[in-house]
């Protein structure tokens, strides 16, 4: 069983595309304080993980491919589009690009960063001037931009699965979850019984299917 020429070991894209990812983020989500700028860094390390396996080494094919090899003998492992793993362990016949998963994993990721840059400026916008963000996506969830880096990382996921990124993925929800516990204690003590009532109102990541728009406090 041999690769493709040229299938991985493309380091340079492995650069490139994590700095284009990571740089994009950047914008979309502005880290001022050093709670945001781990939170970024989290995900840049997931970003490199994951183009590191897309483009430099397939660790996950090689640690799976005598289960795959066995399983699946007709699909060539370490051809690059067999990283695809979803949609050739569905069988999907044509161009892994335009496949359900393929598709599915760029709503999910423009989803994401819709949501972080609509919320930075909502939130951006209610720290000047010293109240609670509640309009916009702050109607609907308490934390949407943390729930926009989730929705990139599971679109990330879908994508182009890794034993290593599906490592990752649960401490990083673990760790977004907690970064957005912590910034609620803050805003109570800032807020008071402000922030309680619009905490009882607005869930924190999933909105409720009615939910009635928070007033501002």
Same mark, same amino acid.
Do not use: C
């Given at each position: 069983?041999?690769?493709?020429?040229?299938? @991985?070991?493309?380091?340079?894209?492995?650069?490139?595309?994590?700095?284009?990812?990571?740089?994009?983020?950047?914008?979309?989500?502005?880290?001022?304080?050093?709670?945001?700028?781990?939170?970024? /860094?989290?995900?840049g390390?997931?970003?490199?993980a994951?183009?590191?396996?897309? @483009?430099?080494?397939?660790?996950?094919?090689?640690?799976?491919?005598?289960?795959?090899q066995?399983?699946?003998?007709?699909?060539?492992?370490?051809?690059?589009?067999?990283?695809?793993l979803?949609?050739?362990?569905?069988?999907?016949?044509?161009?892994?690009?335009?496949?359900?998963f393929?598709?599915?994993?760029?709503?999910?990721?423009?989803?994401?960063?819709?949501?972080?840059?609509?919320?930075?400026?909502?939130?951006? %916008?209610?720290?000047?001037?010293?109240?609670?963000?509640?309009?916009?996506? @702050?109607?609907?969830?308490?934390?949407?931009q943390?729930?926009?880096?989730?929705?990139?990382? %599971? /679109?990330?996921?879908?994508?182009?699965? %890794?034993?290593?990124?599906l490592?990752?993925?649960?401490?990083?929800?673990?760790?977004?979850?907690?970064?957005?516990?912590?910034?609620?204690?803050?805003?109570?003590?800032?807020?008071?019984?402000?922030?309680?009532?619009?905490?009882?109102?607005?869930?924190?990541?999933?909105?409720?299917?009615?939910?009635?728009?928070?007033? %501002?406090?």
């Open positions: 069983m041999t690769a493709e020429p040229q299938s @991985y070991g493309l380091w340079l894209l492995v650069i490139v595309n994590s700095a284009v990812f990571i740089l994009f983020a950047l914008s979309f989500f502005r880290p001022q304080t050093q709670r945001d700028w781990r939170s970024l /860094g989290a995900f390390a997931f970003v490199v994951l183009f590191t396996e897309m @483009y430099g080494f397939p660790l996950t094919l090689y640690v799976l491919s005598g289960w795959l066995s399983a699946y003998p007709q699909v060539n492992w370490f051809a690059h589009e067999s990283g695809h979803l949609e050739m362990l569905f069988g999907w016949k044509s161009n892994p690009h335009f496949g359900p393929h598709l599915l994993s760029f709503a999910l990721i423009g989803g994401g960063f819709w949501l972080i840059a609509v919320s930075w400026h909502v939130l951006w %916008t209610a720290q000047r001037q010293g109240r609670i963000a509640v309009i916009g996506p @702050y109607a609907r969830l308490r934390h949407p943390y729930a926009g880096f989730v929705l990139i990382l %599971t /679109g990330f996921l879908v994508q182009w699965p %890794t034993l290593l990124t490592a990752m993925y649960p401490l990083l929800v673990w760790m977004y979850v907690r970064l957005a516990r912590i910034e609620e204690r803050e805003s109570e003590r800032r807020f008071g019984d402000a922030y309680r009532r619009y905490a009882a109102r607005v869930p924190a990541f999933w909105p409720a299917w009615r939910q009635k728009p928070a007033r %501002t406090p």
